[in-house]
């Protein structure tokens, strides 16, 4: 976010925005309500009442986190519905990628399995072949990647 996006928060929220940037309001919509000192709480609110699109957005943040968080797989829907009715624009392109591999979305707040542990040796075998890019061949590739699982 450049220096357009700052001066839009600014502009648009007056004093409740001194100091804030929208990383700032990002981070702090992000968190939960309890995990935020009463002075970022207050800062938070003041955005919240000066702008209705952020209002509605973090709202929709944080059912969407709760979805995630406690695996509530029979709601996506109703989240997606919500939100592309009345989100901000970039949230409505999310509900609408989502709506795109519905079966997916359900399955991965319903189901107990994980595929991260894939994703991790994914990212191992990734890194080893960006180290070594150029200095060796295929063979101790393979003998590093195979010695290390």
Request: glycine fraction near 8%.
């Given at each position: 976010?450049?220096?357009t996006s700052t001066q839009h928060v600014s502009t648009h929220l007056?004093?409740?925005a001194v100091g804030l940037t929208p990383g700032t309001v990002r981070l702090r919509v992000r968190?939960?309500?309890c995990d935020l000192t009463n002075s970022q709480n207050e800062r938070l609110l003041q955005v919240r009442l000066a702008c209705p699109d952020i209002t509605r957005g973090c709202d929709l943040a944080r059912t969407f986190a709760d979805l995630v968080c406690y695996q509530r797989g029979y709601l996506p829907q109703?989240?997606?519905?919500?939100?592309?009715?009345?989100a901000p624009k970039p949230m409505k392109g999310f509900a609408s990628f989502l709506r795109q591999d519905l079966d997916a979305v359900t399955a991965g707040l319903t189901l107990p399995w994980s595929s991260g542990v894939v994703e991790g040796?994914?990212?191992r075998v990734k890194t080893l072949k960006r180290a070594m890019y150029g200095r060796a061949s295929f063979?101790?590739?393979?003998?590093?990647i195979l010695t290390q699982s």
């Open positions: 976010m450049g220096a007056g004093r409740a968190r939960y309500f109703e989240w997606i519905r919500q939100a592309e009715q009345d040796h994914v990212n063979e101790l590739l393979r003998t590093r």
